[in-house]
């Protein structure tokens, strides 16, 4: 991962931007969860409806507990069970998260990742950060840099080179209250 482009991604989410970067299956494109006119902007440059709602992807559980319900203990050790690692939990969520995070649910998808790259950027960043996967809606995503940065060009702030975890599929989404898996 070059130093560089990692300093360029951090300061690109701290004022408000997008980035592209690798996770365990895809590229993904990334913004502060708190920030509602970086959520807008993925809506737009992916041509995706608002009602979907976005992951939240963290380096630790204690980055996304602000934007949770309080944990049970259930769910903890569902949690404990699977993270870090490529498995997105749907829980139920604080007041306050903007509807455009969670789709105006009032659950989250969220994931604890084990991808280094992933771990480096919400280390440095402070907190979690917003995963969906690098694609205009309904498109194959990006698997490389180099198809980020063709895809999106000007686009986002930011591209992370990196490489994409061993996963051939999108994560597992499972719902921690019913155990059901969603995908």
Same mark, same amino acid.
């Given at each position: 991962m070059n130093e560089d482009t990692l300093r360029k991604a951090i300061s690109a989410l701290r004022a408000g931007g997008?980035?592209?970067?690798?996770?365990?299956?895809? &590229?993904? +494109?990334?913004?502060?969860?708190?920030?509602? %006119?970086?959520? %807008?902007? !993925? !809506?737009? !440059?992916?041509?995706?409806? %608002? /009602?979907?709602? &976005?992951?939240l992807i963290a380096g630790s559980l204690e980055q996304l507990l602000p934007f949770l319900a309080p944990v049970q203990p259930e769910w903890q050790t569902q949690f404990d069970a699977v993270w870090p690692g490529p498995v997105?939990?749907?829980?139920?969520?604080?007041?306050?998260?903007?509807? +455009? +995070?969670?789709?105006?649910?009032?659950? +989250?998808?969220?994931?604890?990742? %084990? /991808?280094?790259?992933?771990?480096?950027?919400?280390?440095? &960043?402070?907190?979690?950060i917003v995963s969906t996967s690098a694609n205009r809606s309904g498109e194959e995503p990006c698997r490389d840099t180099a198809s980020a940065t063709q895809l999106f060009g000007t686009e986002v702030d930011a591209t992370v080179d990196g490489k994409v975890g061993t996963l051939s599929a999108p994560t597992r989404i499972i719902d921690v209250c019913t155990g059901q898996r969603l995908r």
């Open positions: 997008v980035i592209s970067y690798p996770t365990e299956a895809v &590229f993904g +494109l990334g913004c502060d969860p708190r920030n509602d %006119a970086a959520l %807008a902007r !993925i !809506i737009d !440059i992916k041509g995706r409806a %608002a /009602h979907k709602g &976005f992951i997105t939990m749907v829980v139920p969520c604080a007041p306050g998260n903007s509807d +455009l +995070l969670s789709g105006g649910r009032e659950t +989250l998808a969220v994931r604890v990742s %084990a /991808h280094p790259v992933v771990q480096t950027l919400c280390a440095q &960043f402070g907190g979690p």
